[in-house]
């Protein structure tokens, strides 16, 4: 799942000269420092200093990627004097969405306007080297990490920009040798820089006209397994397929880039477990298996798609679309203390026009999450293999004039 995720980044990243034309150089890159506050095991602690670099490029109008390199120097939860800093490094895929050329006009001005930040969300690896406490040697540390937070521009020049940027690095409760909740808050100041002034100044032949048009919704239903590397996929007694429904919300930009929002979840089986037993007989052990149980969870996940069917051209009367996807978002599990982090997923979704206003879909995904979303990992300990893989179709609502998804061949009156 690793290389299938970096993979499917990388290829998006790449894919990013389709969505204006080659004179548009939307590459940008970014420094920037300040201070960290980190939260572990009902403690805090403050350090100095932090700062990350950053190479990004807007995918399209209101999705940027960017690759993230934080440095962070504070105290670790085994320094409990604070007297020393130990240095954290974080490596992060991330997107950063424009709010306003999603829903309103935009026009170039020192402040974003009338939603004046970009939220961020990304997800990664931390890694923090061994460290010397008190004449002893604690070993290095690293695991996943996952990141939500917000970055204020400001306009300081035709290519220039200082910002203000929050992030919240959720890590594992174990992580660090903490033994709770565990956050790392960066507040930083900083500058990027931009190849073009305004790279979205022109629209493609096909890309959408109206901030009000080439949106939809969609509902479906199907069935998720509880995975835990993938262990006991071929075995129903282990009770690990689940009903699942879903609902999504999304806007067609061109005949190529596609985002949609999606609540996924909702029912889910801890890992099964082999246990002895004495047999009917009384005379031995035997090894039974026992389902895990029950638990609620929901995962918000914004997915960037990219649709294949019309990547090179776009062809009039094809009824078909084929669009693979990333996306991450917010994972909250429902129970006395709830468990709140980020998640990835990846997937395919086939839509097949059914007349103006409706799609017919079939979608699959694999969403991964932190193990201690699921209660534990698997059988080998990757913190790569807890997830959740499903299969569903659904019916897809299309608002108003449709630009980018289907068009009547020429001289055709009839669908």
């Known amino acids: 799942m690793k290389k299938l995720l970096l993979s499917l980044l ?34 805090s602690q403050f350090g100095l200093p932090s700062g990350g670099l950053y190479l990004g490029r ?30 954290y490094l974080f490596g992060s895929a991330e997107f ?7 829903f309103f006009h935009v026009y170039n001005k020192n402040f974003l306007y009338p939603i004046p930040v970009y939220p961020l969300i990304g997800l990664g690896l931390v890694y923090r080297p061994e460290i010397e406490v008190d004449g002893q040697t604690i070993g290095a540390d690293n695991d996943f990490q996952a990141m939500l937070g917000f970055n204020l521009p400001v306009r300081i020049g035709p290519k220039w920009d200082a910002f203000l940027e929050y992030k919240c690095f959720f890590l594992p409760q174990s992580f660090d040798g903490s033994r709770g909740d565990n956050f790392m808050h960066n507040i930083t100041l900083g500058l990027t820089h931009r190849m073009t002034d305004d790279p979205y100044h022109r629209r493609t ?91 609620t969870f929901n995962v918000l996940h914004t997915d960037f798609m990219v ?17 693979p996807y990333l996306g991450a978002g917010p994972v909250w599990r429902y129970q006395a203390k709830p468990v709140f982090t980020v998640a990835a997923d990846a997937g395919f979704m086939a839509r ?64």
Not at 96 to 102: F, L, R, V
Not at 307 to 323: E, I, P, S, Y
Request: glycine share 10%; no cysteine.
């Open 10 to 43: 990388l290829v998006g990243f790449a894919l990013g000269a389709k969505a204006q034309p080659a004179a548009d150089n939307t590459f940008f890159w970014s420094v920037n420092a300040g201070a960290t506050f980190y939260q572990h095991s009902g403690e």
């Open 58 to 87: 807007w995918l399209m109008k209101p999705l940027a990627f960017r690759l993230a390199v934080d440095a962070n120097m504070v105290p670790s939860h085994f320094q409990t004097d604070g007297s020393t800093n130990s240095l």
């Open 96 to 102: 950063m969405w424009d709010i306003n050329s999603t």
């Open 205 to 295: 032949a096909h890309a959408s006209r109206n901030t009000a048009e080439d949106w939809f919704v969609g509902f479906g239903a199907g069935v998720s397994f509880s995975s835990f590397e993938f262990e006991y996929i071929g075995n129903f007694d282990a009770r690990l397929y689940n009903f699942t429904p879903e609902i999504m919300l999304g806007r067609n930009y061109s005949e190529v880039w596609t985002i949609r929002f999606e609540l996924s979840g909702f029912f889910a089986r801890h890992r099964a477990h082999m246990v002895p037993e004495l047999n009917e007989e009384g005379t031995g052990m035997v090894e039974k298996l026992h389902p895990g149980s029950w638990y």
């Open 307 to 323: 649709n294949l069917t019309h990547l090179f051209n776009f062809r009039r009367g094809v009824k078909w679309n084929f669009l």
């Open 352 to 415: 097949r026009y059914i007349d103006n206003m409706g799609d017919f879909y079939i979608d699959l995904k694999y969403i991964m999450v932190p193990p201690r979303v699921a209660g534990e990992a698997g059988p080998e300990g990757s913190i790569f293999g807890v997830g959740y893989p499903m299969l569903t179709i659904g019916y897809i609502h299309n608002f108003g004039h449709s630009t980018t998804r289907y068009r009547m061949p020429v001289n055709s009156s009839v669908n």
